[in-house]
């Protein structure tokens, strides 16, 4: 069936660096994603979303890149701080609002 | 605090019993979803209610089953536990029943089946 998924299950990132954490997702059809963040013990937390009419869409040290030509997600972390340090999933979410996630990526930012 | 709340955080029981999970939704919040996130499946969508309709079906076995009161909090019942049903169980909600920015997710419930 269609699925969402991470290629990298965890990223270690310096403290200050940049981080990219990236989705692919095979619904050609999808027209909207959600970027969510995960701390242990917690519920996902929304971070960002975007639309398939955009390619990009910026929040607070957070960007979302959306190409559809190869369906492909990305979500940059401008100057990653300890905080940051989560599970981070891409989902795609359908005309009822279900979401479907995929795997998730571990970011460790060390100092 | 997210507004959704799950009762209990955590729960163990043995295998074969039958447990019921509480959600309540964030204020305002219709809609109510359940999923499920387990280490080798991630996060599985289990079902959706809106206004106390069932809307939306996932990966929900027939030992498990759910329904949106009145009021619009939510019980996910668990029954002939076996030990791969541990994991935790997540609430989320949200104003409409279709696409819509504000959604929400409890903090989870953590079952362990022993």
């Known amino acids: 069936g269609e699925s969402v998924g991470l290629h990298l299950p965890t990223l270690s990132v310096q403290e200050g660096d940049n981080s990219i954490i990236n989705c692919a997702y095979s619904?050609?059809?999808?027209?909207?994603f959600i970027w969510y963040k995960q701390e242990s013990g917690k519920g996902p937390q929304f971070i960002i979303d975007?639309?398939?009419?955009?390619d990009k869409r910026q929040g607070q040290r957070v960007t979302v890149l959306l190409n559809k030509t190869v369906k492909h997600l990305s979500l940059q972390i401008a100057a990653t701080q300890p905080g940051d340090s989560a599970v981070y999933f891409c989902?795609?979410?359908?005309?009822?609002?279900?979401?479907?996630f995929g795997a998730g990526t571990q970011v460790v930012v060390t100092p | 605090d997210s507004g959704v709340t799950q009762t209990p955080k955590h729960l163990i029981t043995a295998t074969g019993q039958r447990v019921t999970l509480r959600c309540s939704p964030r204020?305002?919040?219709?809609?109510v979803y359940w999923y499920q996130q387990s280490l080798d499946q991630g996060l599985q969508f289990l079902i959706q209610?809106?206004?106390?309709?069932?809307?939306a079906k996932g990966n929900i076995l027939e030992r498990f089953s759910a329904q949106q009161f009145p009021d619009l909090h939510s019980e996910l019942n668990l029954s002939s536990l076996e030990l791969g049903d541990s994991a935790l169980y997540f609430c989320?909600?949200?104003?409409?029943?279709?696409?819509?920015?504000?959604?929400?997710f409890g903090s989870g419930t953590r079952l362990t089946v022993v």
């Open positions: 989320a909600s949200s104003v409409g029943a279709g696409l819509n920015y504000g959604y929400t």
């Open positions: 619904n050609s059809a999808s027209d909207y």
């Open positions: 975007i639309r398939s009419n955009m």
């Open positions: 989902a795609e979410i359908d005309s009822w609002g279900k979401l479907q």
């Open positions: 204020s305002g919040d219709l809609s």
């Open positions: 209610y809106y206004n106390g309709e069932e809307r």
